[in-house]
């Protein structure tokens, strides 16, 4: 496909390797330079991460705050430095996760639906004082970290069985999983950390749309590229006028009564090509006129 791909596709990452190392093996495989992920997940985790790629990196900021959801499945009884089962062992009460009943588990996971303060992990690639947590906690520091407002939509249980639960959620941007299964190990009095974890959807992408790692590497079947205007068409949008269009991709601060002759949207929006088929900007409007976020390069036919 090579370096006209501009837009953004869904991998179905694979366990055991890190977001960076699956941007890489994609790089390498379409032969690409600009590419970029709309938010990690961890080397455990697999399922939806989509790519920007080309002008498509460009959207990226405005795919991070979109909600996602998930698969995976806890151990009760086991607490790990990580929160997940790659980590150290830091107590077990697998005797007490043994009298754990379905209901009891349902009304501790019914406590942490709606918006909650959630406190992440240490294991965690937040910054604190220009250190990333995961690296102080590996030298065995912990440190404070301040609770961040999240909204959980759904935590349902799928299967429970032997301390072993099934769950799928939905939740908004910067929720950790593994922090929601150890808090409901905390309620239940037993511990539990999470055991395997899949994102089947992150905003509108979803594992229906994903190709792996090895249909990449090995050009096998159609790849779908997620045009950068079906890619954030939750923004509003307006259509450039022709006699405008060359002044929007240059980036010139023009009044928007030369741009549209409509109400402008309220806040950050885009600005399409006449046909609507191509993004020109996303833009704001400041003082009445257009301040511009993104300009893009693809799709336009500019006169020699």
Not at 206 to 214: G, H
Not at 248 to 257: I, M
Request: a neutral charge.
């Amino acid at each position: 496909m090579g370096s006209g791909i501009n837009g953004v596709i869904v991998v179905d990452k694979p366990g055991g390797m890190t977001s960076a190392r699956v941007v890489g093996a994609v790089k390498r495989a379409l032969q690409v330079k600009k590419i970029g992920h709309t938010g990690t997940l961890d080397p455990m985790a697999t399922g939806v991460l989509p790519l920007c790629i080309g002008e498509g990196t460009k959207v990226a900021g405005y795919l991070l705050a979109e909600d996602k959801e998930y698969e995976g499945e806890l151990l009760l009884g086991v607490e790990t430095d990580t929160l997940d089962r790659e980590g150290q062992v830091q107590s077990e009460a697998r005797m007490e996760a043994a009298l754990v009943t379905r209901e009891q588990l349902l009304q501790a996971m019914a406590r942490f639906v709606g918006p909650i303060e959630q406190v992440p992990p240490m294991f965690s690639a937040l910054k604190q004082d220009g250190r990333r947590l995961h690296q102080l906690a590996r030298q065995g520091v912990e440190v404070e970290r301040k609770a961040r407002s999240i909204v959980v939509h759904s935590f349902e249980l799928l299967s429970f069985s032997e301390s072993r639960a099934r769950f799928s959620v939905a939740a908004s941007k910067g929720t950790y999983v593994r922090s929601l299964v150890y808090d409901v190990g905390r309620v239940l009095g037993c511990g539990a950390h999470l055991t395997e974890l899949r994102r089947t959807r992150s905003g509108k992408f979803s594992l229906s749309e994903a190709v792996t790692l090895d249909q990449l590497q090995l050009g096998a079947g159609d790849i779908r590229v997620v045009d950068p205007v079906a890619a954030i068409s939750h923004l509003p949008s307006v259509r450039v006028p022709a006699d405008q269009l060359s002044s929007v991709a240059d980036g010139k601060r023009l009044s928007w009564e030369l741009v549209s002759s409509v109400e402008p949207p309220s806040g950050v929006f885009a600005l399409l090509t006449p046909d609507g088929r191509a993004l020109v900007a996303i833009v704001e409007i400041e003082e009445e006129r257009l301040r511009y976020r993104r300009v893009f390069n693809y799709g336009l036919t500019r006169d020699p």
